[in-house]
T-cell receptor, first 114, second 113 residues
Framework: AQSVTQLDSQVPVFEEAPVELRCNYS??????LFWYVQYPNQGLQLLLK??????LVKGINGFEAEFNKSQTSFHLRKPSVHISDTAEYFC????????????FGKGTMLLVSP | DTAVSQTPKYLVTQMGNDKSIKCEQN?????MYWYKQDSKKFLKIMFS???????INETVPNRFSPKSPDKAHLNLHINSLELGDSAVYFCASSPFPGTYEQYFGPGTRLTVT
C-alpha cells in the first residue's frame, strides 16, 4: 500500500519569496504523483501531476515539482509567491496498477504575508 | 459550467437522522468517488464507482450507502447520523479508474448535532 508524508503542516513565507513544500511517498510499485491546492471553503484543484517522462513538472500558477525516484520525493516549488497563494496544499500518490486510489498527505498550509 | 457539482453545500442535522448528498459531473467521466475530509483536513477515499458499478469500498460503515443511477451521478445516503460523521464530503470524478487526475466538487459540509 502507498503512503504520503508531508513534512510541514504549515509554512509561513513573505510575499515574493521562494517556497518549497516537501512531499515524500512510499510504494512498492511505480506511482503517479499529484499536487492539489485547496483554497478556503473550496474543493481541490489540480496544480500539477507526474505520470511519466521528464521528472520536472510544471503546473498552473507558476508552480513546479520535481520527481526524485531515489529519494522518493515530489517537492513543490514556486520562485516567488503571492498573497493569493495562501491555501492548503496536498500531495497525493496513486499506484500504477489496477483500480488504485489516490492517497493524500495530511496537507501543508502555505501562509503568505505581505 | 460547473464540472463537478454537489448539493447541498451545507447540511446541519441531528444525530439519528438520515440524509443524502448528491453529486453530478458533466465531464463525461466514467469514474466517480466520495471522499471524507475530517476536521484536521485529512482526506480519505470512501467509495469509487466506475460506470455505475462499485469498485472501491474502503471499510466505510454500512450506514453509508452510495448509489449511482447513471455514470454522471453519484449520491451518498447516510443513515442514523452520528457526531463523528461531521466532516466535509467531496465528490470527484476521473476519466478512468484510479491512476488519472481527479476533478473535485466544492464539497458538502455536514454538521451533526
Amino acid at each position: 500500500a502507498q503512503s504520503v508524508t508531508q513534512l510541514d503542516s504549515q509554512v509561513p513565507v513573505f510575499e515574493e519569496a521562494p517556497v518549497e513544500l516537501r512531499c515524500n511517498y512510499s510504494s512498492s510499485v511505480s506511482v503517479y504523483l499529484f499536487w492539489y491546492v485547496q483554497y478556503p471553503n473550496q474543493g481541490l484543484q489540480l496544480l500539477l501531476k507526474y505520470l511519466s517522462g521528464s521528472t520536472l513538472v510544471k503546473g498552473i500558477n507558476g508552480f513546479e515539482a520535481e520527481f526524485n525516484k531515489s529519494q522518493t520525493s515530489f517537492h513543490l516549488r514556486k520562485p516567488s509567491v503571492h498573497i493569493s497563494d495562501t491555501a492548503e496544499y496536498f500531495c497525493a500518490v496513486s499506484e500504477n496498477s489496477g483500480y488504485s486510489t489516490l492517497t493524500f498527505g495530511k496537507g501543508t498550509m502555505l501562509l503568505v504575508s505581505p | 459550467d460547473t464540472a463537478v457539482s454537489q448539493t447541498p453545500k451545507y447540511l446541519v442535522t441531528q444525530m439519528g437522522n438520515d440524509k443524502s448528498i448528491k453529486c453530478e459531473q458533466n465531464l463525461g467521466h466514467d469514474t466517480m468517488y466520495w471522499y471524507k475530509q475530517d476536521s484536521k483536513k485529512f482526506l480519505k477515499i470512501m467509495f469509487s464507482y466506475n460506470n455505475k458499478e462499485l469498485i472501491i469500498n474502503e471499510t466505510v460503515p454500512n450506514r453509508f450507502s452510495p448509489k449511482s443511477p447513471d455514470k454522471a451521478h453519484l449520491n451518498l445516503h447516510i443513515n442514523s447520523l452520528e457526531l463523528g460523521d461531521s466532516a466535509v464530503y467531496f465528490c470527484a470524478s476521473s476519466p478512468f479508474p484510479g491512476t488519472y487526475e481527479q476533478y473535485f466538487g466544492p464539497g458538502t459540509r455536514l454538521t451533526v448535532t
